[in-house]
């Protein structure tokens, strides 16, 4: 799926820059892609190493276990045949916890780890499995309780009451969120496993 | 009113505290855990680096405001505010993108205008899509996503539509 939605971002892309007489910025962006991709690696990097070292320490210390546990009887129903008291669950908990508080970033480095121990106790090979098609489907929706970064620039362009959209965006989060997941279980049930799907 | 200013701080101290009382080597596991986060990074890398070019392409060639354009005609039918289009259509790419967009439309429109209210429910309650969907399936051997994409583009396109419905309802 992807490699043909890349192309297709590269050659509208490149068309359109070419019938604008946008080239020159369209080339300029294709070489300052490397450097930009390499501070947002720079970024991610640092992000994924403290979180990956703090929740190793948490892991060691049974903090994890405590957390899946609390958690446990809502996601094991979203989760079916995912182990309660396997890592991937354990990251999944912390990567939903993240991404309900907004704590910068770290969601992401948990969903990496999650994703991790998913190919590993799904025995995924190259196909996604459902739990990891769901998981990240979540991702792609948003979680966030209290979106911060959406206030902050509303307030700092003059808004009276910055947070009087907050039920609209609950409202719509958890909307989007269970069509995605129905969609998802659409499809699944429209397309078995063993199918060869691009 | 930033609540995540204690909570990273106080969770560093929780883990490190409780890793002692239960006998755990925390310097040495620590070290681990970065270990595999450097790792991980690598593994992602070039995913990154597709999609930044990708997107690239597409914000600098204008083609992401001409889609907008196209658009329009079908998003007035829901009543879906037009200025908010370009928003619509670069936030399931570009999260640095989506909110330089976002924040031309709290300027031109006034921030607690409708256009800029719904262009506040889609930056609250939507991800960057392609950038997840990307960087996840990257930390593992996954090639064949499946669905995956058609169900979170789904849960996109109910983000706009949803987010006009709500703001309406709840703001008049």
Request: glycine fraction near 14%; avoid cysteine; proline fraction near 9%.
């Given at each position: 799926m992807m490699k043909y939605v890349i192309t297709a971002m590269l050659l509208v892309g490149i068309a359109v820059g070419f019938a604008n007489g946008g080239a020159a910025e369209v080339s300029a962006s294709i070489i300052s892609s490397g450097e930009d991709t390499i501070a947002l690696a720079i970024t991610l990097a640092g992000i994924i190493c403290l979180w990956s070292g703090v929740m190793s320490v948490a892991k060691e210390a049974g903090i994890i276990g405590l957390l899946s546990k609390a958690f446990a009887p809502v996601l094991s129903k979203l989760f079916k045949?995912?182990?309660?008291?396997?890592k991937a669950f354990g990251y999944i908990t912390l990567n939903i916890i993240s991404n309900m508080l907004g704590m910068g970033n770290a969601s992401t480095p948990f969903g990496l780890m999650a994703m991790k121990e998913l190919e590993k106790e799904e025995h995924s090979g190259d196909t996604a499995t459902p739990n990891m098609i769901l998981f990240v489907i979540m991702n792609t929706a948003s979680l966030q309780l209290l979106p911060a970064t959406m206030a902050a620039l509303r307030l700092k362009h003059?808004?009276?009451?910055?947070?009087?959209?907050l039920p609209a965006v609950w409202l719509t989060s958890i909307g989007a969120l269970t069509v995605a997941i129905l969609a998802a279980k659409l499809f699944q049930s429209l397309k078995k496993p063993t199918d060869k799907v691009v | 009113m930033n609540f995540s200013n204690y909570v990273i701080p106080a969770i560093i101290a929780i883990v490190f505290t409780a890793g002692l009382i239960k006998k755990v080597d925390v310097f040495a596991v620590f070290l681990d855990g970065v270990k595999d986060g450097a790792k991980t990074i690598t593994e992602i890398f070039p995913a990154l680096f597709c999609l930044m070019l990708a997107v690239g392409v597409v914000k600098s060639s204008g083609a992401a405001a001409m889609f907008a354009d196209l658009l329009a005609p079908i998003t007035n039918l829901i009543g879906?505010?037009?200025?908010v289009l370009p928003l619509a259509v670069l936030r399931p790419f570009s999260g640095s993108g989506s909110i330089a967009v976002y924040e031309g439309i709290l300027k031109d429109n006034g921030a607690d205008s409708f256009a800029s209210r719904v262009a506040s429910a889609i930056i609250g309650s939507s991800e960057t899509t392609f950038y997840t969907l990307a960087v996840y399936f990257a930390a593992?051997?996954?090639?064949k996503t499946r669905y995956a994409l058609p169900a979170a583009l789904c849960g996109d396109f109910a983000v706009f539509v949803l987010g006009v419905l709500f703001v309406r309802m709840t703001l008049g």
């Open positions: 045949g995912l182990d309660v008291k396997g003059g808004s009276v009451t910055p947070l009087d959209v | 879906f505010p037009k200025e593992t051997k996954v090639k």
